[in-house]
């Protein structure tokens, strides 16, 4: 697919008949589904997925990129700029976001990251099961939006932990750091609702 979206630049840039829009096919979903993924609200998503692919057909033809990869970082920075514009709330976010001082000592430090289980290491069968979906959704939307953006970027959509700094203009080392609290605020919900749901089974 990325050998694909580089074809379909050049050929825009060449000004072929149809080759916007084949541009647009295979980019809409992933910059419609990271619009849900951070910012949680259908309406949102589509106008990120629009401001994106306008900005596209504006910019694109005048760009240059090395690679693939770098149209991606690219295309993500743009859907991340929209997203920070959006302001409505998702009707699932909650009113207060996740605070990570009741889990983390230094309130508001910036040391080194401590290594943590990906939070994605949980048994498999419970990942695929909808209700945990669910929750994994709500939870990543309760993130403060820095943690958000880094934990979508790197652990959903697996760009590398560099190109997830080039798309927020972080250092690599902030990238690691965020990545960390970020998923340490995931797990903390993911274990509360399943602790809940063993006590509940076993009454």
Known sequence: MEAELIASLNKMKAGEA??????????????????????????????????????????????EFKDAKALNVWLYKVAKNACLMMRRKSAYQPEQELSLDQFMPGKGSEGAPIEIADWSALPDELLLKNELKEIVRRATLSLPQQYRLV??????????????????DISEQNVKIRLHRARLLLRQ?????????QSATHH
Do not use: W, Y
């Open 189 to 197: 919900e993911l274990e509360r609702h399943l602790t809940a749901r």
């Open 151 to 168: 934990l979508v970027l790197r652990d959903m959509e697996q760009l590398s932990t560099k190109e997830v700094a080039e798309v927020l």
């Open 18 to 63: 149809g080759a916007f829009e084949r541009f647009f096919a295979l980019v809409e979903k992933r910059i419609l589904t990271f619009g849900l993924k951070v910012c949680g609200h259908v309406e949102d998503a589509k106008d990120i997925m629009q401001e994106t692919l306008l900005s596209a057909f504006k910019a694109l033809p005048n760009l």
